[in-house]
């Protein structure tokens, strides 16, 4: 019904994820293919380019607010998809998750605090967590090499969380990039630390609407009350829709106090809103590109076993199976190379450009972060690349 073929041409264009090659690798380099940053090569949902389209024609570019109409469509979104009421009250937002993210740490938490976060993870993480001039707590994630699954370590987060210095816990749901949807379960286990130890919540749900069958997406606030209260979540039709260019995100905010401390944070910057493209662009996504979205999930599906089949024939290449995100996580290590070796493999030998594991944290070296959001025939042809160098090595 939809348009998931086409492959948008968008090399030398402002695409970040396609000039990243031509800024790292440099001349020689422009039939490297970009599978790394977590956009999207579709062609746009046409509701969203027609309400795009239409707004360039009849709007004047000024000074905007969220109207009725944009509450309606996040509130309307979450409760249909997620089961999630929000109080249109509770909503913040802002040009992007990250921005927020950094928003909320100048508000809750102090240079010298301690945070918690968990590697291998969503790198802007790490740069938020130093940027505020926090310390770093790591509680790693558990790797069953047998199973190819992640878990939590729950005594050591416990531990962690303890820390008297510690202030705040950044949760990706789901796991970034490893794919893994947390359970209602292990978010109320978690929930349950913080909360004993007084510490703050901000759960980044960029992903959320990523689920596969046999593994819904909990959102943090679908829990209730009082787990709703000790978390701030963050998140985007942007990801969802492919529109981080038109700079959208909410946050969830439902105790007052907390959202008093925030609004002060964002108005020292400032103030935090929207884009005007972004306002119209998430009410068209919301309200009428949920068919759009439904056949998405699909040719997502059809991408995870293509790269299942490759991975399945090829012992030295793991899947560790994503439960949820448009992004799948390889184990490479048994090729036997090294950090270095295994980049310049992808870009010299199979002339790809994958997302470096140890990107995540030096849980993620020898691994790699693949980017499934595109066209099948895209992604055929990167694996048969990647077949064709792993021959080189004799495997």
């Known amino acids: 019904m939809f348009d998931f073929d086409t492959r948008p041409e968008r090399r030398h264009t402002t695409s970040a994820k396609w000039k990243l090659i031509e800024d790292e690798l440099g001349a020689g380099h422009d039939d490297v293919v970009a599978m790394s940053v977590a956009d999207m090569e579709f062609v746009p949902a046409p509701q969203i380019v027609d309400a795009i389209v239409d ?7 000024g000074y905007d607010y969220a109207t009725d109409a944009y509450y309606e469509a996040v509130v309307g979104w979450m409760c249909r998809r997620h089961g999630l009421e929000i109080d ?28 918690v976060i968990q590697r291998p993870v969503y790198y802007p993480f790490t740069d938020a967590a130093r940027g505020n001039g926090l310390t770093i707590s790591n509680n790693a994630l558990i790797y069953d090499e047998a ?11 416990d531990a962690r969380l303890a820390d008297p210095r510690c202030t705040a816990m950044l949760l990706c749901n789901p796991h970034n990039p490893v794919g893994r949807v947390w359970t209602a379960d292990e978010l109320r286990r978690i929930g349950d630390l913080c909360r ?3 510490v703050l919540l901000l759960v ?11 593994h819904p997406v909990t959102m943090f606030g679908a829990l209730g009350e009082p787990y709703a209260s000790q978390a701030i979540e963050f998140t985007a039709p942007t990801k969802t829709f492919n529109l981080a260019g038109l700079l959208c995100s909410n946050a969830f905010i439902r105790d007052a106090r907390l959202r008093e401390r925030y609004d002060v944070a964002a108005a020292n910057i ?15 996504a919301y309200n009428d590109a949920e068919a759009w979205f439904d056949e998405l999930l699909g040719v997502l599906e059809r991408n995870r076993g293509v790269l299942a089949d490759f991975a399945r024939t090829h012992p030295d290449v793991a899947l560790v199976e994503p439960e949820g995100t448009y992004l799948a996580w390889i184990d490479l290590r048994l ?3 090294e950090t270095d ?16 594991g140890v990107m995540f944290g030096d849980e993620g070296a020898g691994f790699e972060r693949v980017n499934l959001a595109c066209p099948t025939p895209m992604l055929e042809e990167v694996l048969a690349r990647l077949e064709t160098a792993l021959a080189t090595l004799g495997r």
């Not at 707004?55 to 570019?61: C, G, K, T």
């Not at 937002?93 to 301690?114: K, Q, Y």
């Open 88 to 115: 249109p009250s509770c909503i913040r937002l802002s040009d992007g998750v990250m921005p927020a993210i950094n928003t909320a740490l100048r508000a809750f938490t102090h240079p010298g605090d301690t945070i």
């Open 204 to 214: 980044d749900e960029i992903h959320a609407d990523f689920g596969r069958d046999g």
């Open 335 to 337: 090729l036997g190379l």
């Open 196 to 198: 004993a130890h007084d």
């Open 147 to 157: 199973s190819r699954r992640y878990t939590i370590d729950f005594d050591d987060l």
């Open 55 to 61: 707004a360039a024609r009849r709007d004047v570019f």
């Open 270 to 284: 400032g103030g935090m809103t929207v884009s005007h493209f972004g306002l119209v662009a998430c009410i068209a």
């Open 341 to 356: 070796a295994l980049r310049d493999f992808m870009h010299e030998r199979a002339r790809v450009y994958f997302d470096e």
